[in-house]
């Protein structure tokens, strides 16, 4: 008697196991997914550093800007709430990407200083053109923090997650270091409260 309900305990889990284990794999891909989706958005607004960076080689300014990093970080700590975002977590994040976007500028000015500036676009005002794009990128990129809610992801899925997201931060000029950071600050984002 014994043996039979150890055996059909065995029988019942290993029917009930699969699609909890399906459940959450499905659970785990979903997050991954919409990871991927955040990398995509972090990846565009970094995309515009090159124009960043073209510039201010044309009109002879520093890459790092200390007044606009504040503004900039001030901004994206008061959006944060409006999001219901750790303010914070949230700066560190952007304090990140203000790192990783400079490094993408120090990689362009120096491509430049060798093969010379020839740009063969026309990049757009930085006041008027690109800034209003990278404000509306960044509040995107706080909606999606905020729908994903990171800080209730399950650490099993970490590796694969930072391979998702640094797989998809294909600026030119980020390094990987860069890639490895900006994925840790997202992830220790929190949420209000």
């Known amino acids: ?25 499905k659970q785990n891909l979903q997050a991954s997914k919409s990871l991927v989706d955040l990398a995509k958005l972090v990846n565009e607004r970094l995309s515009y550093m090159e124009a960043v960076a073209a510039y201010k080689w044309e009109h002879s300014l520093a890459i790092e800007d200390l007044e606009r990093e504040k503004v900039v970080i001030q901004s994206s700590m008061d959006q944060a709430g409006n999001f219901g975002l750790d303010s914070i977590s949230t700066r560190m994040f952007f304090e990140q990407q203000i ?77 990987k270091k860069d890639k490895k950071q900006l994925y840790k600050a997202v992830m220790q984002i929190r949420g209000q409260g």
């Open 99 to 175: 790192e990783a976007a400079k490094q993408i500028q120090r990689y362009w000015f120096k491509h430049w200083e060798q093969n010379g500036f020839e740009p063969d676009q026309n990049f757009g005002d930085l006041k008027t053109e690109i800034r209003p794009v990278l404000l509306q990128l960044g509040k995107q990129i706080l909606a999606s923090i905020s729908e994903l809610k990171l800080w209730e992801v399950p650490k099993a899925s970490k590796r694969q997650d930072r391979l998702d997201f640094t797989t998809h931060l294909t600026t030119e000029g980020l390094r």
């Open 1 to 25: 008697m014994r043996k039979s309900i150890v055996f059909l305990s065995f029988v019942i889990l290993s029917v009930i196991s699969p699609p909890l284990t399906m459940r959450a794999s």
